[in-house]
């Protein structure tokens, strides 16, 4: 059972930057980080979640929601088991719970559906 662990969540002002951290263990043997698609998905208070960010599992596809464009850049380290989303020019309504989200390398990460793990989250807040 792959277990995620964010972190890095925090109170920030708005314009300032953020960087979360999600960790990946529990990995199957023979199924390495490196072969899931990982993405960042966040839930606003009294909104449904919704897609943030998502990276392929070799690293070398992205896929950003058209409002985070520019703002937010995904990244992944496969040799330590981590997914980072840097946080940029941060807006109020960014202000969330952010998760990480791990599927298959066939999966389509930019939808919930194509996730199969889910962290607990990470509260981001953003003061104006």
């Known amino acids: 059972q792959v277990q995620l662990n964010e972190s890095g969540g925090g109170l920030v002002q708005a314009g300032g930057s953020l960087r979360l951290s999600c960790a990946a263990s529990?990995?199957?043997?023979?199924?390495?980080?490196?072969?899931?698609?990982m993405g960042w998905f966040r839930q606003a208070p009294g909104k449904e979640r919704e897609f943030v960010a998502g990276i392929s599992w070799r690293g070398s596809s992205t896929f950003y929601a058209d409002s985070e464009k520019g703002r937010f850049t995904i990244s992944r380290d496969n040799a330590k088991n981590t997914v980072d989303l840097q946080m940029n020019s941060l807006k109020p309504e960014d202000t969330a719970v952010y998760y990480c989200a791990a599927g298959g390398k066939y999966s389509d990460y930019r939808t919930q559906r194509g996730m199969n793990y889910w962290g607990k989250g990470t509260l981001v807040t953003v003061s104006s």
């Open positions: 529990g990995l199957a043997t023979g199924l390495a980080f490196s072969t899931y698609n």
